[in-house]
């Protein structure tokens, strides 16, 4: 009787996918296979001195080379030598995909039933045409996280247009970014405007102007922190949007409370005025958590719009925060300081 020891015929293999998104580019030929009718001791025997690229597994076919089952090698040695295959065989439905499966979606289906290595089926004919191993399988989930970080940093599509951001002729370059820079001048400009509202104000209380700085710098250093732990979280998470939001807003507040209260002696014994630090310490708990909003969706929101938001997150967040700060500490200051 002549058995198996690598998969008899592939010349009806399809060709191997070029893109690199389906299983098709992983596919190992080169694996132990069996029939049914054999026994656990036979193909055991039969096994021994092979090389495969792959031998965590024997893949059990039928007569005309469908899969039916397969045997992890753990079972295989522990089994009796007069056991057949088939009753030592798992359900071959969960551990195969069909050859044009998308990879994310293999790799899911991997994970979810806690398997180390997938075979892969002809779908027209359920013909096994070989597997994809472990190694392939942690490949695919860097690979994918690789691009769900990319897109969560705003590289839509390939990665050449954000290498060519980076190595194109500094005039290319600045063609770019300067879009999102007229944006910014323009809330630059927004923001000088309002502050012009309040020069009588702050002509009669000058302390107040001393303290600007500060505010927008706190404010906008906590928003960059919740902008980067957010691009670079998003991408190791398939959390909801909503929680995330609501845990990052909720840093953001506590943030600016303890700024707040570490402010408001350091202000008061050195200023004298109750009213000013109390402005700045609301001020700063304030500014923080709507900094920090903003710092969660910029990122995510021009992601969506499909804009590139490594060029357009930064200035457009930083301009709407710092105007926003500045309003924030005005209006306050008008209730308490004006």
């Not at 045997?71 to 065989?89: F, K, Q, W, Y």
Request: charged share 15%; glycine share 8%; aromatic share 8%.
């Amino acid at each position: 009787m002549t058995v198996m020891s690598r998969i008899p015929t592939l010349d009806r293999l399809p060709p191997v996918e070029t893109n690199g998104q389906t299983v098709g580019r992983y596919l190992v030929t080169s694996v132990p296979v069996a029939r049914s009718r054999e026994s656990a001791g036979e193909a055991r025997a039969r096994l021994i001195g092979q090389r495969f690229d792959d031998a965590s597994h024997v893949f059990v076919l039928a007569e005309d080379g469908r899969l039916i089952g397969v045997v992890a090698i753990r079972d295989l040695l522990g089994a009796p030598e007069t056991t057949p295959l088939h009753d030592i065989a798992r359900n071959a439905q969960a551990y195969s995909v069909s050859f044009d499966a998308d990879r994310e979606v293999a790799a899911s289906v991997a994970i979810r039933a806690g398997l180390s290595i997938l075979a892969v089926c002809d779908d027209a004919e359920g013909r096994f045409l070989g597997a994809v191993p472990a190694r392939a399988l942690m490949t695919i989930l860097r690979d994918e996280h690789l691009e769900d970080l990319h897109h969560m940093v705003g590289i839509l599509g390939k990665s050449e247009a954000a290498k060519d951001a980076l190595t194109a002729a500094p005039h290319r370059r600045a063609l770019y970014r300067l879009p999102w820079l007229l944006v910014g001048m323009a809330g630059s400009a927004a923001a000088t405007a309002m502050m012009s509202r309040f020069e009588t104000a702050l002509s009669a209380h000058i302390a107040v102007a001393f303290f600007i700085p500060a505010i927008i710098y706190l404010a906008d250093s906590v928003g960059t922190q919740s902008e980067v732990v957010v691009v670079r979280g998003l991408s190791l998470t398939d959390s909801a949007l909503l929680p995330l939001f609501a845990g990052e807003l909720g840093t953001g507040a506590l943030l600016g409370a303890m700024l707040g209260c570490l402010a408001f002696p350091i202000v008061w014994f050195f200023f004298s005025s109750v009213g000013l630090a109390a402005t700045v310490g609301i001020s700063l708990a304030v500014a923080s958590t709507i900094a920090t909003a903003f710092g969660f969706l910029m990122p995510w929101l021009f992601a969506r719009l499909g804009y590139d938001a490594a060029l357009g997150s930064g200035p457009v967040a930083t301009v709407v925060q710092d105007t926003f700060s500045l309003l924030t500490y005005f209006v306050v200051a008008s209730f308490l300081v004006f």
